[in-house]
């Protein structure tokens, strides 16, 4: 019973590069949430998803990033033209469906810590 | 605007001592709030949730969380702290989207042997 699977575990990129990050929910979960932790700092909410739709973007920086979870295949957070601001460890999370307003907990990944040179 | 205050950065107890971690929080409507542990270079991990109903929550690995409507606040408590509980500990709390979670800042512990 897999957990939330996030890679690459670590990435490296020049300034100007792109930078791809991929989350798989956990088997039977189809909402996914990504969160950005900056050095020495706690978890800043960034995006939700559900398959095909961005249900809360509001984290989400309005330029270079950008957040899709396609019908088939792992949620992609990407991040283009990196600057070194961005290097900080962003998390992936899953819940399963909620139902009417009743709360899910959300489960992390590990991370995938951006190193921009 | 919901938000998170731990107030204590860094904290230092000896093993086998109790511990306590502070967790204030602003919300207006019943809240819904977490503990998880952050070992270094690790994801977080869920320690306990409060959704509704007892106030004294318990969680994994021997923590227990009360809830204090009249504070504000979700302290997680041990009675008795092994070396591997040193880690950082994030309070959280589901925002009114319901859909992001809003987290502290973080308490790291440490453990003197």
């Known amino acids: 019973n897999a957990g939330v699977m996030q890679n690459p575990r670590h990435l490296v990129r020049r300034r100007g590069q792109e930078a791809r990050l991929r989350c798989s929910p956990m088997?039977?979960?189809?909402?996914v949430y990504w969160y950005r932790q900056l050095p020495e700092e706690g978890l800043k909410f960034m995006v939700y998803l559900q398959k095909e739709n961005i249900i809360d973007e509001s984290g989400m920086p309005k330029e270079r990033f950008s957040a899709e979870f396609p019908k088939e295949g792992p949620s992609i957070l990407r991040i283009q033209q990196v600057v070194r601001g961005d290097s900080a460890a962003y998390f992936c999370?899953?819940?399963?469906?909620?139902?009417?307003?009743?709360?899910?907990?959300?489960?992390f990944g590990p991370g995938t810590r951006l190193l921009v040179l | 605007a919901q938000s998170v205050t731990q107030p204590d950065i860094h904290i230092t107890v000896s093993e086998g001592a109790s511990l306590e971690l502070r967790c204030n929080y602003s919300?207006?409507?019943?809240?819904?709030l977490f503990w998880y542990v952050q070992s270094p270079g690790q994801g977080l991990q869920l320690l306990l949730k409060y959704f509704s109903g007892d106030t004294l929550v318990q969680g994994i690995k021997g923590f227990e969380a009360e809830f204090k409507r009249s504070q504000s606040s979700f302290n997680l408590r041990k009675p008795s702290v092994h070396w591997s509980d040193a880690a950082e500990y994030f309070c959280a709390v589901e925002g009114s989207s319901a859909s992001k979670i809003i987290f502290g800042s973080g308490t790291r512990l440490s453990i003197r042997p």
């Open positions: 919300y207006g409507a019943t809240p819904y």
């Open positions: 088997k039977g979960h189809s909402h």
């Open positions: 999370a899953s819940s399963p469906p909620r139902i009417g307003s009743m709360v899910e907990t959300q489960y």
